[in-house]
């Protein structure tokens, strides 16, 4: 059974800095993908960036390009959202989520999902 486990979300003012965790268990296989998206109440999934099991750089999305960085740690299974001179648009419900085989940009094509951590960017 896969399971995910974000952590690290929080509120911190604009220009500020957060790192958020996920905690990945029960995946089998060499082919998969590992998502983080974001939800504001009221409006669609936003995808912000993933990466495959066989890649070397993550896709990002054009919002947050340059100020988010997202990297795996195989050993621990983990997957880690580090984000930088946020804005308060970039405040949101942080979700990680899974899916096997190819990567999407799809927040509907991802299987598994974490709980959410949220993020909250003041002025």
Partial sequence: ??????SG?????????LSLS???SGIIGASWCMGW??????KERETV??????????AYADSVKGRFTHSQDYAKNTQTL??????PEDTAMYYCAARLGGCSWSPGDYKYWGQGTQV???V
């Fill in 82 to 87: 580090r984000m930088n001179s946020l804005k």
């Fill in 37 to 42: 998206f974001r939800q504001v109440p009221g």
């Fill in 1 to 6: 059974q896969v399971q995910l486990v974000e």
């Fill in 9 to 17: 979300g929080g509120s911190v003012q604009a220009g500020g800095s």
């Fill in 120 to 122: 909250t960017v003041s």
């Fill in 22 to 24: 996920c905690a990945r």
């Fill in 49 to 58: 960036s993933f990466i495959h099991s066989t890649a070397v750089y993550p």
